[in-house]
Structure formats: C-alpha cells, structure tokens
C-alpha cells in the first residue's frame, strides 16, 4: 500500500468515527481533503507559505483560519514550493514594491482584492481595513472549497449593502420565538464567564458569507436585556464577534424606562425619557465601543410604543436615534405594524402608518420592512412599502427560519424566494426600480442600507436542524453582500462546499434546490393564497379557522372562500392595496387576466370556474397545483435517494427522514385544503388528483400539542 | 519522516481540526489512539480478528461498536496476527470446543464472562443473552482504554441491581425540570419519523456502562405522553433503544383518565378507572413489548394521587401495578412526598407515610427513595426508609443533575456522595445492613431490586455542559451496576478514558475528584446545614429566605438560626426524626457529642459557642469550613492548570473557565452565608476567614433572572 492511500484510508477510518452524529457543525467552514491531486497541489503551497502582515486579534482569526483550512485540506505536511506564496496585506502596509501593484481604493473599508502576481506565484490578498482581509481570505479559501483554478485569480470583491444582520428572536430564557432547531445558542447564565466555542465558531460563519451585525434577542423584547447584569454578558460576546467584524445589537423595549422601575413614563418626548436612554446607551457604549444600536418593535402585536402617548413612530425612532447617535449607533425601527381596531386590509396598514413620515426619520434610523405585506409567506408580493419612500433608508427583513414553510423538516432553498423579491420592480423610479435596488441604495442614493435575516439557528448539533437549513442561512449572507447574485449559483457553491464537487451530484442538486421554493408554495398556498396555517404555531394547514379573536388572525380572512369563488379582492372593488403600488403594478394587477398566476388570489376574488391560462377552471387549477407539489416532494426523494455516494452517512439518512416528513406533509396540506375548499367549490377533483385520504373532520382535528417555536406565554 | 509519525501527525492535525466544538460528544466512548505501541501490539490483533457469533439487532451493534472502537485507536491498517483471536457469543452457541470451557451458569440473564484460553491466544466474551455479550464487549473494550494489561484477561462480572435507570425530568416543550444541560435530548416534534444520530449514541453510552432503562419524562407528568400521537414517537425511541438493552418507561399522572377527557374520576378503587389504565397499558404493550412500566409521583407537591379520594399509596400503585402485570410491567412509587398541611418536620413524613403500608404493596410495586429525606442536598444522611420496609422493594433514587450543587458550573464528583449514602449501615438486620444491601435485595432477599439517577443530560453538545458532569453520569452507571464499587476507582477509570493515563494526571485529578464534593458541602452547607439555597431556582445561597407559602420551603425552618445558636433539632427535644432511624444510630446521634460532626447541625440546635472536637466554637468551625470549601476550589484551580498537556484545548479552557466561576460562587456561597449568620452569632469572623467585600443587603440583592431548570409555569 503506498503512503498516499494509507494516509487517505487512515484518515477516513478516523473521520468516519469522529464525525458521528455531529456531521453539520463546520457550516461552510468544513475544509475538506482536495482529492484531486492536480487541484491539490495547484493549491497546496500557497497555503503552506503565507504570509500574513500585522498581529491584531483579526490578524490572528485569519492565521488560526489558514491553519484549520491547511489542515482541513491535508496540505499540513507537503513540502512548500519556494516559489508559489500568498500575502495577507492591508494595502498601506504591504512592502512597497507590492504596494504600487495593489490599488484598493473602490474597495471601500470591507471590500477585498485578491490579485495574481510574479508569474501566477504570488497571490495577494489586500484591502483597506482589517476585516476586508478576513473576508478575503474567507472569499480565497471559498475559491478552494470548490476547487476552482487559481492560477490567474484576480477577484474584486465589496458588499453592496452595509449593515448586513442577523436578527435572533431568542428569549432570555432561551427559547426562540420561531425557532425549529433547538433553543436559544446564548447561554445567559453562564456568560459573561463561560464562552462556549460555539460562539466563536457563530462569528467564523458569519463572517464568512459577509455578515457583519447580529441582534441577540427577540423583538418581543425583554427590557432585562438594559440591565449591567445582562450588558456585561453581551459585552463578552461582542469581545468574542469583534474580530471577526461583527457588531451586537439589542432590542429595546419601548416601555424599558417603566418596567426597569425608573419613571413612570415612556413617552418619548418626555425629558427624562430622552435622558433615560441616553443614560442606557451610554452605559452600554462604556462596555461595548462599538455596539450597533436597537431594533425596535412598537405598538405592533401588542408591543409597547410611542402610540399609547399619542406620539408616532418618527416620535419613537429618532428619541431612540439621538441617544446612540453620538456613538454611530442606529435604530432598526419596524415597519411590521398593524393595529388591534383597525378594520382595513391588514396588507395595507403599515404603508398608510409609515408613508407619511417619509423624509422624517433621523440620519440614523433605518426602516425594516418585511419582504411582504403579510408574514413571511411562501409566497408574497413584494411590499408596497419598498420604493415608497424615496426619503427613508429601507432594510429589508427576510425571515430565515421557516415559520410558515415547513419548520425544520422541510427543505426549501429560501436564497430563491430572497432573490425573487429583490429582483422585483417597484417602479418607484421608472423601469429597473428593483427592490434590490431599494436596499442597497442605489435607486435613491441612500447613505444607510441594510439587510436583516431571521435567524434559524438553535442548539442542534449543525445548528439548523435541517441539514439544508445551513443554505438558507447561508444564501442570506451571500445575498447580503450582493443582492444581485443569481440564487442558482448560491445553491451551486454551497453544495460543492458542503458535499461534493462532482457533476452528478450539483446539478440535479442545484435543479432539486432551484425547485423546492415553487414545490413548497405548490402543495401549501398556490396561486396567491396565504396565511392558511393552523393557529399559533403555524405547523401545517388550518383553512378552516376562523374563531380567533382578531379577524385578521383567521385564515378564512385570507382566503375568502365561498361559494362564489376564493381569493382577496384587494383592487378597487375591495381593499384596493394595489394602489400602494407603483401605477404599473397597480394597473397590471387590477386585472386578474394581466396578473401573474403566482399572484393571482393575492389581488383578485374569483370564481371556482373562472378559466386560467390553460383553460382549465381555477378550481382544477389550484387542484393540479397541490398535486403538482406533492409530486414534486415525491421527485426530490428520488433525486436524493441516488445521492448516497457523494454524502455522509450521517446527513444522507437525516435528510431522507426529513423527506418523507415533508412528503407526508405535503399529502396532508394537499387533501386537508382541498377537502376544505371543495365544499365550496362543489366540484369534482381532476384526473390525477387521489381523494383524499380522510374526510375533512379527520383533517380538522389533527393536533400538534407542543409544536416548537412558540413563545410558552402566549 | 517515518511512516508512522507521518500518520500520527496527519491524524492530529485532523483531530484537532474535527474536533472543533464538538468535544465530549463521545462521552466514554471517544476510543482513543492507544499511543503505547507496546500495548497497542498486544491489543491489536484481537481486535482486528473477531469472531461475532449470531445475527441480531444487538449482534450488529457489537460489531459496529468493535469497528468503531478499532478505528478510534488506529488499529483498522494493522495486519491481524492469525494467532490471536476474540470470539463473542452467548453461551449454548459457542463452538462445542469452546462450550466447556466457559462456564456462565451463575451469570444471570445480564452477566458476562470474559475468559484467555489457548494460551492467552484466544479471548472468549460469553454470557447467556446476546445483552450479556454487549455489556462483556464494553467491559473489554474498557480495559483497553485504560491500557490494561489483557494477557490473562479473566473477568466475571454481573450486575447487583436489575433495574439500573435514568429518570429525565423532561417536559414535552423539551424545557427540563433541573436541568443545567440546555434542552431535553427527546425532539418530540419530530419523532417518530425523525431518529437523530444521538438516540443511539445515547443508548450506546447508557449500555456501555450498564444502564438498563430510561424514564423519558418528568415525574411532574403530563398526560398527554400516554395518548396514540406519543405513544407512537416512545415506540421510535424505544426501538433505538432495545439493541441496547435498554428498557423505556414513562411516568404516568394519576389524573389522566380525567384529564384526557374520558372519566370524571380518577379513583383508583374504580372499577372504569382501572379499566382504564388497563386499556391504557394494552395500548402501550401492543406497541412496545418490552415496555418497562410507569414511575409515578403522587400526592406531592400538588400532583394529584389516591388522596383526593380517600385512596392510600398502596391503592394507588397497585391499581396501576394490575394494569401492567400482566405484560411483566413494573410500577416505580415515589415516596418523596410531603403535605401541604402537615406542620410535621418535613423530614419525617414519607417514613410516616410510608412505614405502615410495608409488605402490601403489590409484587411488581418498587417504592423508589430519595438518598436523603430532604431533598438532594449536598450532604443528607441516609434517608430514614431504608431498612425501615424489610417487606418490601425499596429503589434508590439519586440525582445526577445538580440542582443544589451549582448546576452544570460547579465541578463536584458526585459518585462520592452516591458511595456515602450507599456505605451508611442502617442497621436494620444487624450490624453491616448497609443501603446498598437494601437496595440491591441482600438484605432481606428482596426479588426486584432498582436505581434511579435523575439525569443531567440536555442538548449540549457535550451532553452534560461541565466536562466533568459526564464522570457523574458514568460513576451513577458503574454504581448502579455494582454498588459495591471504589468512587475512587471509578474516578481513575473515568479519568483514564476520558483524558490520560498518564499517572501525573490520573493520580492529582483522582484527588481531586473524590475531594470534590467535601469541597461543595463546606462552600455551602456545612456541618450538617441544609436546604438554604435561594428560592425556586436553588441557585446560590439564600439562608434569609423566610417569606414563602409553606414554612418548609424556607431556609430559615432549615437552618433555625438564632441568638441562641443555629441546627435544626430533630433530637427527642425536638421534631425526633431520629426515632425514625435504627436504634444504634437513634441512640448515637441524640447526643451532639457523639453525632459525627458532618451531620451535627441536621439533628441538633446548639449554641454558637458550644465547642467542637477541635476545641473551637460551632461558629469557629462553621466559618472555617465555609473558607476551607473556598481554599479548596482555589487548589482544584491550581492542580487544573498544570493539566493542560494531558487534555484537550477545549476542556481544558471550558473547565478553566467553570472553575473561575465556582470559585467566584464559593466566596459568594461564604460572605452570603458568613454575613447572614453573624448577625445571631455575633461573634468575630475567625482568623483566616477574610472579611465579606459587601454588605449583607448586597448579597440578598443578588438576583439569577432565569436561572435554568425553572418550569416555566411556575
């Protein structure tokens, strides 16, 4: 047996029993054997011969990262090649004769270089600030990763948008509002003194795909959070994310003042209010220099806010803004508003809430929009807000975690419905008025942009639960630093990364990853339908409801069905919502034959018989549509199943477990909403639909007691 | 570079990098490279040529653990020598040339038999069930992780309990009751379709050192774990479970038939009722075979039981024993109960409960014992039931978690306190009637005999959060195994696999474990103190508590500290629990004089200045004891910091940083304490006993916002 195969044997006995039941943990981060011995040794002695200017704590993450990638890779015992080097530089400090050649100055204070030099034998890595090294090194290693050619790697690399975070609904007491992989990953009780690796480990990740901001805690937030009990515990996070180039945020409570037991008012223009805060923000600033600011959820859902003193939501946000404002902090303030009286097309309320103060906002508060309307739907219009406030810095906020998309058993590749919305246009500035162009400024020359993910991270041992979950999180980043980056090659480069190289696995895997976004949108809410869900924990189908307190709670209120048809009107003839749109949208949409199908039941009420584009009725239609889902299920088992060779044993069965979760699910959301709807639509299901399995009082009385992701005290 | 060193070197280049995080999921399991080549040349072909005889789940689960063990310590490459040999097999299957040699007559169902034969060429593990063969196989493999000598290997070995099972406080929202671990392990959400890799890995560890059930949820039960939907996802779990060995039990809430919606009554002399729990039993059995039976707390702390109608604990449990008999079912009835009227010395009352009831409780009814008549402290004598009911099976429950020993934070070998407890002669037959002579039936020839540890397993990626928390659950295995065992054994067996055999480690960390836990009884009850944690959490000290619903949840009705002096009398002039004990220890004990001093203030009320053994005053020696325990962690912290070399990185920083914050709470546990008393005492703090750094109000002022282990609805 030769040397090579011994150690290659050897090393794969040893990888087989560490990795047990603890395969997932290594995100993207999972430096993998090259086993192309061309690639290998293509690569192997620029990370043998590096050298890495200066001695910061960043400096000493981007050494201790080359070191685990040489390990990873197996390059720990060749032989440098004299020759071939890699240089990590902040420009100003390269030695001069390399400094001349490196001309970083469109780069920005993030942006990287990774330039070839001296004959392809001199790679080097540069920029205008120490994080720009680190995610350069993380953008050459992810060259590695995927056994790209390097020998001419010229890349030119800056995040398009600039506060690109991470929001974590985590409790206090450690669960996670909408979280489906475990519990909360901060550890209160033991921090400050404890510092688990996870936590190091966290920032390595983010810091990788470009984020750079995270929000601890829950927007239903808990005012202890203020406390110097709980600052001292943040402030050993943030020691933790800071070379990585990570800034912790907060939420604030609005009633904060109130409960911490120190005035008996929260109003905002109240003196001691303003001093209140100004007090907070400057005890936290004393621990934590380079702390981020709030984010704000008020008079939303039962949240404190500046309404209860009759002041509005500019009144909040720059009270906020001015006390963090001298530390180069910011408000995130929400935009996921709507009002416990209000009658209205809830689709509507926080446009009409918000538009007016366009313009009013401090330099320092950023708007944070939901990518619709409603609530992380499978499927939403983009929302009417993004473009309708030309004045107003909008961050768009996507919801990672997969409230109403199946938990964490079903895989969706969340990066395809990020880029839809971004892709959309909004008109707001004539033609190619995309939302990505909302966010990142550029449609109105906005001085603050920002990006918010909901985070699906928890304690499960690869942190997502679902091994796919790891895509969606990462997709975010990827789309956080550049919106206009096509989801196909997303999906592409995780699964190089994170399973294997060869053809036969990333392209179907790519198609099957594409694809599951429209899957899951089929066999839950097709053509526009949404918010269909059971109650409370949102698992699995609940058309039927329609006893809950607030009518917009009720899925009925949704989907309107009757006898006459199903859908909501929201053009002139009901909420007319469309007409926060730009005219185009507004105009195109306000007739269903010139509406996109995806949007169909969004905007119009129709008839069961009204005949869609391929003359078949809307009825056969949203039938076909449920079925076409479950196939679609049934197909990515298939594709899976023949994926075995190129996967671990340990995230191969995972992911078929998850599967057949999923498909069983998908069944059940098919013949739960169809037996539903049926007895509206009194017509026969079309050929190829099965009936279903139970009748609908089975449907209607499946319970799922202890669904994860609720809060225990609702 | 020798082919050897090449390879060891690649292989900790790997290690360390796949390690990341992730160590101590491997628990006693993490089979190590045997460094030692002379050793490893005596191991290696044994290994590398088995002979498994039988085809079974549990079959397949020794070759696979043998496979794992040969890849973890390099072996898999080796050439096998034709010479040596390891056959496993049950007994009446072994060879017929091998069958006399190997005699397992007086084995058990359960024991094994590890036998050199043909000239130490040959080594036999037999038994007369394929378990037994599993239990021999870690019992192997547990010698070649320490590097013993396996020449002559001649082992025997069976258990001394039948029914050695962990009891997890586990709530169906995976919040655990006392649990410092994060989240309850069972994803109930997502059984019975998902099985996570750590089912089986648990029940691997558990078999590996002899565990033979598990009690999936909290004994504060919930009803609904009996109804189809989760019996479905215990059938999942128990089916990981039953190549293991391992039975599953559930705890069963008296009030179910009520509250599950089919009776009005949950009289257990009804005639519905117990066909209830029958039909209840049938259901479980049809799924679940080897179902292991119901652990039920009754009549306690505001659980429902027999009382509310007139009913008596025997009533009870045997309703409930009736209704699994027939399926060989066990009922496990706990005896920690207390009233919420009884102004009776809480200590007394399960011995009052209990005692007049011996003998009638039905054949397959244990009645299951805490150590102590208290509540898990951090020293109790013996619970006062323990060779009161000769007539019938008493089980011992012991609690790994450390809900009064500093959670998952403090380092505290709790074996030493199991083996206390377990050592302590009752007295009940004579002289020698020691509990673990109680517990394990030879005292009084009892057929079913049994042990609980309440666990402190959670989602953390270690299992137990401390490092040091998985020697508690290892040690409460090899006790519950064996009663009779060394803690001082089981340290150094512990200490071995899981870190070094190096003896400059092995021998301090011995020392340092079994001194442990007097290091947690001086920092924090002393002397006989007890039950003066601070409220609800029973986190950090809160002797001044006084202000809470019932007397006996307070710390001051433990401690009665007054001008007068401090201790709790339970002497004939006081509440006489001691007439509950043996007369040689009634009698012993009455008298402070003769009372061992570590339990002196659990039996006696004395003056601050009564004199010690040691000629200083009760308070002298209180005072010292307090800074002694702080002495003592500052030399754990001491002796830790010279291991480095012998550990791996992350254990060795996570334990560091777990010692600051034990010594950190040890001083806390001694100002707090030492303040508050010297307000009766009045008396100078001793030499050598610094003054508090804060005031008294300062220590009462401490708050833990969501300390762990809380039910939330509480």
Chains 1, 2 share one sequence.
Not at 461 to 490: C, E, V
């Amino acid at each position: 047996m030769n040397l090579k195969k011994f150690i290659s044997l050897a090393l794969l006995g040893l990888l087989i029993f560490n990795t047990q039941a603890q395969e997932g943990y290594e995100l993207w981060l999972d430096y993998k054997e090259i086993q192309d011995p061309t690639v290998e040794k293509s690569y192997t002695s620029f990370l043998n011969n590096t050298e890495v200017i200066g001695n910061s704590s960043t400096i000493q993450s981007i050494k201790k990262e080359l070191q685990l990638a040489r390990a990873g890779f197996d390059f720990e015992d060749s032989e440098p090649n004299n020759e071939s080097k890699l240089i990590i530089g902040v420009q100003n400090k390269l030695p001069s004769t390399l400094k001349n050649q490196i001309n970083t100055k469109n780069l920005g204070e993030e942006g990287y270089k990774i330039t070839t030099i001296n004959n392809g034998n001199t790679i080097v890595i540069s920029g205008n600030s120490e994080i720009a090294l680190l995610y350069g090194t993380y953008g050459f290693l992810r060259e590695m990763q995927q056994w790209n050619d390097i020998s001419a790697l010229n890349i030119e690399d800056k995040p398009k948008i600039q506060k690109r975070v991470l929001n974590h609904w985590d409790n206090l007491d450690r669960t996670v509002e909408r979280g489906y992989a475990g519990f909360s990953i901060w550890d209160w009780h033991l921090l400050p003194e404890l510092i688990k690796p996870e936590y190091k480990d966290y920032a390595r990740a983010n810091a990788a795909i470009g984020i750079n901001g995270t929000v601890l805690t829950n927007v239903n937030s808990n005012a202890l959070i203020l406390t110097p009990h709980y600052i001292e515990k943040v402030k050993a996070l943030a020691e933790v994310f800071r070379p990585y180039g990570i800034q912790v945020y907060l939420t604030a409570r609005f009633s904060a003042p109130i409960e911490l037991g120190d005035l008996d008012t929260a109003d905002p223009l109240d003196e001691n209010v303003k001093k209140w805060w100004k007090n907070i923000a400057d005890e936290i600033y004393a621990e934590i220099p380079d702390f981020g600011g709030f984010l704000v959820k008020a008079d939303s859902e039962g949240q404190p806010g500046p309404f209860q003193y009759d002041r509005t939501h500019v009144d909040g946000a720059n009270m906020l803004a001015e006390a963090v404002a001298s530390h180069n902090g910011i408000i995130m303030w929400r935009a996921f508003v709507y009002s416990e009286e209000d009658p209205d097309d809830r689709a509507k309320q926080a446009y009409d809430q918000f538009i007016p103060y366009d313009g009013k906002f401090a330099d320092n508060v950023m708007v944070q929009v939901k990518n619709g309307a409603i609530d992380f739907q499978p499927r939403e219009p983009f929302h009417p807000m993004f473009g309708a406030m030309p004045n107003t810095p909008l961050m768009m906020e996507f919801q990672i975690t997969q409230e109403y998309l199946g938990f964490s058993s079903h895989l969706v590749f969340l990066p395809k419905l990020f880029e839809e919305v971004l892709d959309e246009d909004t008109y707001s500035n004539g033609e190619n008025s995309t939302v990505a162009k909302i966010i990142d400024g550029t449609n109105s020359n906005k001085k603050l942009t920002g990006i918010a993910g909901v985070a699906n991270i928890g304690t499960e041992k690869n942190w997502t639960g679902h091994p796919f979950g790891q895509a969606d999180w990462y997709g975010f980043g990827r789309l956080a630093w550049d919106p206009y980056i096509d989801s196909k090659d997303i999906a592409q480069e995780w699964l190089k990364i994170n399973f294997s190289n060869e053809e036969d696995f990333v392209k179907p895997m790519t198609d099957l990853l594409i694809e599951s976004r429209e899957t899951v949108v089929n066999y839950m809410t097709p053509l526009g339908l949404h918010h269909i869900m059971a109650t409370s924990h949102h698992y699995g189908p609940g058309p039927w409801v329609d006893d809950l307190g607030r009518p917009e709670w009720n899925p009925v209120y949704y989907h309107k069905a009757d006898k006459n048809g199903i859908g909501f009107d929201r053009t002139a003839s009901g909420s007319n919502a469309l007409a926060q749109y730009a005219k185009p949208i507004a105009e195109k949409y306000s007739n269903p034959k010139t509406t996109p199908e995806k949007y169909l039941l969004w905007f119009h009420h129709l008839p069961w018989d009204y005949e869609m584009k391929n003359g078949k009725s809307l009825w056969n239609n949203i039938a076909l549509h449920y079925q076409k889902g479950v196939e679609q299920v049934e197909q990515m088992q298939k594709t899976w199943a023949t994926m075995e060779q190129y996967v671990n044993e340990e995230e191969f069965e995972k992911t078929s477990m998850l599967l057949a979760i999923q498909l069983e699910e998908a069944k059940w959301w098919r013949d739960a909403c169809l037996s539903y709807f049926q007895q509206f639509s009194e017509m026969e299901l079309p050929t190829g639909v099965p009936e279903p399995e139970h009748d609908l009082e089975y449907y209607k009385s499946i319970e799922r007691p202890y669904a994860p992701g609720i809060n225990p005290s609702w």
